[in-house]
């Protein structure tokens, strides 16, 4: 299905090709189908901030209502991924640097929990779905970096089905929105095989029930951006809502190292 919608950069109004999106299923809802799409734009960079996007435009494309529009407009407005003028526009809102440090020190929080907890009792059948997963990542890091992507959140997410910790990793994911679009800009300029040995590490941990390598590990893994942010904000300045030149990751990099 060749589905278009407008949208405006550079002060005029142009036609995008949403080339992956799929139909919309008419069985179940329509307005978190719209909202994950949107989403998955965003994050790619392929609406960039300051490209407005319009709720009747989107509507007529696919045929619908424009209530799940504005149902998905309102959801990705408390992610902080876009601004709602009523009256006027809806545009897409720069990366906030701010937001970006705060979700990676809750996400450390809680996912180093969780790791603690699948130490305190291994299971092999967990571990050896993780390790598949591995094997997965590290054939399509060259390949696609976009599907690594998907094999990263699914990691993550198995660990924390795997200690019934599904409501959590809920949690994490509305909070994390504007660290993908981060984790995004990153996937030209960094080496994957660095994230993967970082989740074998992790794996590691909780197969020996070494709850102290599993914690560090996850820790370790999720400070990475730390290190990242700083070059990614210099090579994009226009794209965050934040100074060229930030005290923030240097205040932020050196408390939490100091913990």
């Known amino acids: 299905m060749e589905v278009w919608f407008i949208w405006k950069a550079g002060g005029r109004f142009m036609k995008l090709e949403w080339a992956s999106v799929q139909e919309l299923d008419h069985g179940i809802a329509i307005g978190p189908q719209l909202h994950r799409m949107l989403r998955e734009r965003i994050i790619r960079n392929d609406l960039a901030p300051g490209s407005k996007i319009s709720e009747s435009e989107l509507a007529k494309s696919y045929s619908i209502s424009r209530q799940p529009v504005r149902e998905a407009f309102i959801k990705l407005s408390e992610e902080g991924l876009i601004e709602i003028r009523p009256q006027r526009s809806t545009i897409i809102r720069k990366i906030d640097y701010a937001s970006v440090l705060d979700a990676r020190f809750v996400r450390e929080a809680i996912e180093a929990d969780i790791v603690k907890l699948l130490a305190q ?139």
Do not use: C, Y
């Not at 924390?160 to 030209?188: N, P, T, Y």
């Not at 992790?202 to 893994?221: F, Q, T």
């Open 121 to 259: 009792q291994p299971d092999a059948g967990l571990v050896k779905e993780l390790r598949a997963q591995l094997t997965e990542q590290s054939r399509v890091a060259k390949e696609s970096p976009l599907r690594f992507i998907q094999l990263d959140e699914l990691f993550h997410r198995t660990l924390a089905e795997g200690a019934d910790k599904s409501k959590a990793w809920k949690f994490v994911e509305g909070l994390k929105s504007q660290m993908d679009r981060v984790r995004f800009l990153s996937l030209s300029r960094f080496p994957l095989s660095k994230l993967i040995q970082q989740h074998e590490a992790i794996v590691d941990g909780i197969s020996n029930g070494d709850i102290k390598v599993a914690e560090a590990s996850m820790r370790l893994h999720l400070k990475e951006i730390l290190t990242d942010l700083p070059e990614i904000l210099a090579a994009n300045p226009e794209l965050f809502d934040a100074p060229v030149s930030s005290p923030l990751t240097e205040k932020n990099t050196n408390q939490e190292d100091k913990q």
